[in-house]
């Protein structure tokens, strides 16, 4: 960190009630504006740990993000508003900022955090607060922390449940892959857009991962190193887990093997094929949805959409033509499915429908296929006229 600056008298009353506090006072109010923090992802955990680090007055707060503005954010990502839609997430996000705090410095960083720039990036704060919601960032910020030494404040959320910890194993405890030392199989965990999370929620877990933030900086209290806070909403209920270090993590441990971020260990996990003995070459385990629309066109009479989602989501958007059975009820619609056609299950994003195929494959169903990327990808690459949700 730079070292402290002055704070002026403007300073002094904004920040008044953080000097009242014995804890932080006025050293560690210079310490935060001294500080420079980078929060990944401008979305659920993002907005409300940027907004309150902002209001603190980190002396430099950078957001990286490379999506954009959908509505379906908006019931959570508090950063945007309905003004926003389409709009680059870290141009809304600095906007609103600035209103909150317009004295203190921000950094875009409009192309998020990829393999061949994090390291870079990552070294040029003190501290990271990872908001991303895919298991792709997740491992390649807590590698990246990891290699270049700073604390990596961890939160997510799914449904009603949150968790925070503190990763930094440069100062004493574990790193994400010593709890989780590989992602899960593609399809094995339904995301927040398949499975849904309470909005609120997001502001429980991003405004602490905003406070542990402050602590670091400022030496208050005892940031959740070694620790793993995990919150259930629906009950009100904390938890406290204590975590060990793996000395045979990959990236932390006594002999890592992972020492620099290559781009093919953070693709975005993909569908792990079937034998070729269930998989006939013509059928695909998974589809694009352009491949999805070819095939459409070319074939109609021999192919159909089994559209798996729920009641409530087939009256935000549905494709023309395509049945509806709910991914619960497959089961009990077996018979009535016909084996002569190809079938092509769907989805919002394409994790229910990947499971729905899995299972229908191991029914004997040989045509089938998922379409990846579900309806929210038809309606971004093959019909804009459709609603994203």
């Not at 406070?211 to 009100?236: M, S």
Request: proline residues 8%.
């Amino acid at each position: 960190m730079t070292p402290p600056p002055e704070l002026s008298p403007a300073d002094l009353a904004r920040y008044g009630r953080h000097l009242s506090l014995a804890e932080i006072g006025l050293e560690g109010q210079r310490k935060l504006s001294a500080a420079r923090i980078l929060v990944v992802g401008a979305g659920g955990l993002g907005s409300p740990a940027a907004l309150y680090l902002a209001a603190a007055g980190v002396g430099t707060l950078g957001i990286a993000d490379f999506d954009r503005v959908e509505r379906h954010n908006l019931q959570r990502q508090l950063l945007h508003d309905d003004a926003d839609v389409g709009v680059p997430k870290v141009e809304s996000a600095l906007r609103r900022l600035r209103t909150v705090n317009p004295g203190i410095r921000f950094n875009a960083h409009p192309e998020g955090v990829q393999p061949g720039n994090a390291r870079t990036l990552f070294s040029a704060y003190d501290v990271i607060v990872d908001g991303t919601d895919t298991f792709a960032s997740r491992y390649l910020n807590n590698d990246a922390a990891v290699l270049t030494g700073r604390p990596l404040v961890h939160g997510n959320v799914f449904r009603f449940d949150g968790q925070l910890s503190v990763f930094d194993p440069a100062r004493g405890g574990p790193c994400y892959r010593c709890l989780f030392p590989e992602p899960p199989p593609a399809g094995a965990v339904p995301s927040c857009g398949e499975a849904g999370v309470l909005g609120a929620l997001c502001g429980v877990i991003g405004s602490l991962q905003a406070l542990e933030a402050i602590k670091l900086v400022t030496g208050a209290g005892e940031p959740l190193r070694r620790r793993l806070l995990a919150y259930d909403a629906l009950a009100q209920r904390f938890q406290i887990l204590s975590l060990a270090r793996d000395a045979a993590c990959a990236v932390c441990g006594d002999a890592p093997v992972i020492r620099s971020l290559q781009p093919e260990r953070y693709a975005p996990a993909c569908a792990v094929p079937f034998p070729a003995s269930v998989m006939p070459e013509s059928f695909p385990l998974e589809l694009s949805v352009t491949a999805a629309r070819d095939l459409l066109r070319q074939d109609p009479a021999r192919v159909r959409i089994i559209d798996v989602r729920e009641p409530h989501e087939l009256a935000i958007c549905q494709l023309d033509g395509a049945e509806h059975i709910p991914m619960r009820r497959i089961p009990e619609h077996l018979g009535e499915l016909p084996r002569d056609q190809h079938l092509l299950i769907l989805c919002h994003h394409g994790s229910r429908s990947l499971h729905v195929t899995r299972y229908l494959r191991q029914q004997g169903f040989t045509g089938v296929s998922n379409i990846a990327g579900g309806i929210d990808a038809w309606a971004a690459e093959v019909d804009p006229s459709l609603a994203r949700y």
